[in-house]
Structures are given as C-alpha cells and as structure tokens.
C-alpha cells in the first residue's frame, strides 16, 4: 500500500503537474472539474489528462473506501438502492467480483451512480474515469498488477476477497447520498 500510494500514485500527480504546466488557468480547476469536461481541454493535453487526471482521482477514491479491516456492511439508504438494484448485497458482490475477475489487462471496475441517481457497475481499463462519462463513482478496485503483485503475485482472486473486509462503506454511503 506504501508503495502504491507514494510511488503508482503520486506518478500520476506528478505527471498530470507536468502535462498542465503550461495551462496556468487549469491550476484552480478540481480534478473533478478537469475530467468531468474534456472538451475544453487543449487537445495536446486531454489524453494526458485522461490517464495521469484520471490515475490521480481513482486511486483518491480507492483510499477513502477502504478502512482497516472492520467488515462494514452498507446500510440504510445506500442498502437500500443496491438491494432494488442487485437483487441483494450478496448478488452485488458476486456481480462486481465478476467483473473485477473478468476485466482484462489493467483497469478498475466501479460501482457508480448517474446523474438521474442510478446504481451501476462499469468496468473501465487503464485509468478513464467515471466523472468524463457524467456519472460519480462511489465504490471502485485498482485491479491493475500493481495493485496485488507483491503480496497476491497472479492471485487476483484472493486479492478481491481481501479487499471486501476492508471496504469502508461510511464512505460509499456519504458519497452517494452527497452525489
Ligand atoms: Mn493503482
């Protein structure tokens, strides 16, 4: 985890710092702001800013929704809509362990709400980010290497099992009912 946040992630800082430089106007703009609207993007920066922007916002997210191992489980409202979602907390897990399971190459699967307030799971490779689609994700998992190699090597699904007992659903539920 040290290594992940201090070297993986600040890579993507630093990088996104590099690529804006020359933007000056882009300094006072959240992250949240640079990807929620491309557009207006210097073309010679946008994928930059999709890859390290969007490397620097999924890892900040994927700190804040894991606590040390309490087994949480997610309550009131945010229960709620997963249930009328998923069919129930179980079927949730098994479906986004599935697509954590099955993403292919490296990428990160999220839970997501939409903006008319919509539950979805969306798999996405490399670091494209939730926020450029219009959506605000509340739940995700770094399943690039990086991530399981040192502790799990090959063993993705050992690494997702892990990951529920310290998922920090406080956090999801503040996220959505704040979005
Ligand atoms: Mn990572």
Redesign the pocket.
Known sequence: MKL?HGK??QTYVDNLNKATAAFPGLQNFTIEQLLSDLDVLDPSIRQAVINHGG?HA??SL?WQIMAPPADQKPEGKLLAALNSTFGDFTKFQEQFTAKAMALFGSGWVFLTKTPQGKLNLKRHSFQNSPLSTGNTPLLTI?V?E??YYLKYQNRRAEYITAWWHVVNWNKVSELFERS
């Open positions: 992940h993986h992630h490397g999924n890892h994927y770094d690039w990086h991530a």
